[in-house]
């Protein structure tokens, strides 16, 4: 009667179990899928949006390349700038000693105040600020190459949060299944159900969690600090938090559809683009700096020496022609000209490293893909049902300690992979935005 008794409290016991063990699943699943949103006097958390406006508001590094482009645009102003006009002033006559008694200095003093100005023809002006405004376009373009490698960089320590978070949590949700499965052992050791030996040896296993949690903890730290690093914010770690979805989306969209979409919009693309486009117009301008531009000059002549004895007040003209007999700039025509074939084949190459980001970030999201279906369809299931099946059969003596253990292992390797993997797939899908020069996977 006792022996039945007894096999009826470890039926019991061991039902509360296999509930306990569903609604760990679920703890696990729901936060392996989505970060739970912040409870009273919890830590404010930052979704991505919210991450991404504060890191383009404050990264520094980005900031400073901003400043770049102001640069460019400020050599705009300098590339359309005028020459600047020479005056001139040129006395003479004036005596310096007395010739045969007669001293009279500034009698025959002449004062000659005169203007130069140099004529630019063939546009160059014009061209220097064409020029000048398409280097700003490419420094715009450069800097959203930047932003883009950034973004990336930032994605990543953000999906490195929320995985360390998610690892944390089933790691809480591990130790407090395994403390019911030592409550429940102690009362069986009471009993006199186990040995002494098997008790020690489900205690001593206990380490094991309580260094997955701790290690948890560690990693959701250090991810924190990478995301504030990069944000530039001094908040303390236990002030910060990010919230989002940590799931896996299995709808994928073809390959070419991306390809199509990063030749559009990659701006490291666009900037070999604009290059081609600017050295052409370095090239016109060279052609141009290779043309003659005169220089047009004025003077005032008072009390003038010339063959009329009543010119007294006297204005004079000249043109200033320079002969281009040796240097007609044949180098920078020829080194212009080369720069062209040059950056044309600088865009072939940079369109096909596009086009090969694309087919290796694809391709990457697409094998995870591959192992997280069966994960979520089947993997996370059988473990919890293998892990409660040996775990009832081993209260009931049809399973040993070593099968328990074994098959506890097991679950926390699969629930754990399939983390992972999840992590993996968003760190790919940021690959593949990055890829593509835009958010096509959220």
């Known amino acids: 009667m006792e022996s039945f008794n007894r096999r009826k409290f470890w039926r019991w016991w061991g039902a509360l179990v296999v509930l306990g063990a569903g609604a760990s699943l679920a703890a696990a699943q729901s936060a392996s899928q989505t970060t739970q949103p912040p409870t009273h006097g919890a830590p404010q958390a930052w979704t991505w949006e919210q991450v991404k406006e504060r890191f383009q508001l404050d990264n520094p590094t980005l900031l400073a390349d901003r400043l770049s482009v102001d640069e460019s645009r400020a050599q705009e102003i300098t590339a359309f700038l005028r020459p600047n006009p020479t005056f001139t002033l040129s006395v003479d006559g004036t005596q310096i000693a007395p010739e045969n008694g007669v001293w009279r200095p500034f009698a025959g003093t002449s004062e000659s105040p005169g203007i130069s100005y140099l004529h630019e023809r063939q546009h ?3 061209l220097r600020l064409e020029s000048a405004k398409k280097g700003t376009l490419i420094a715009e373009s450069n800097h959203a190459d930047m932003q883009r490698t950034l973004l990336f960089n930032l994605r990543s320590a953000f999906v490195s949060a929320l995985e360390a978070k998610a690892v944390l949590q089933l790691a809480k949700d591990n130790l407090v299944y395994y403390d ?26 206990r380490v094991q969690y309580e260094s997955d949690l701790q290690a948890a903890k ?31 989306n299995d709808q994928l969209m073809p390959r070419d559809e991306f390809r199509k979409i990063a030749l559009d919009t990659r701006p490291d ?3 070999a683009a604009e290059a081609v486009d600017k050295a052409q117009t370095d090239h016109k301008l060279a052609i141009a700096n290779g043309s003659t531009d005169p220089t047009l000059g004025a003077w005032y002549t008072h009390n003038s020496s010339n063959n009329n004895p009543f010119g007294i007040n006297t204005v004079g003209v000249s043109v200033g022609i320079p002969f281009r007999i040796f240097d007609r700039n044949q180098g920078e025509k020829l080194r212009t000209q080369l720069d062209i074939t040059r950056n044309e084949r600088l865009r072939e190459a940079a369109e096909a490293g596009v086009l090969s980001d694309v087919d290796s970030s694809y391709a990457t999201l697409e094998s995870n893909l591959i192992l997280l279906r069966p994960y979520k369809a089947k993997y996370l299931q059988q473990a919890v049902r293998v892990r409660d099946t040996i775990f009832f059969s081993y209260q009931h003596g049809g399973a040993s300690l070593l099968d328990f253990l074994n098959v506890e292992n097991e679950y926390r390797t699969v629930e754990l992979s399939y983390v992972n993997l999840v992590g993996a797939y968003l760190t790919a899908a940021a690959q593949l935005n990055q890829a593509v020069g835009r958010e096509v996977m959220q």
Do not use: M
């Open 180 to 205: 019911n499965v030592l409550r429940i052992s102690r009362d069986r050791f009471n009993a006199g159900d186990i040995a002494q030996i098997d008790l020690d040896r489900l205690e001593l296993q």
């Open 218 to 248: 560690e990693n959701l730290e250090t991810a924190k600090i990478q995301l504030l690093t990069l944000l530039n914010s001094r908040t303390p770690l236990d002030q910060f938090d990010v919230t989002g979805t940590y799931d896996f």
């Open 124 to 126: 160059k002006r014009e």
């Open 269 to 271: 693309l666009k900037a």
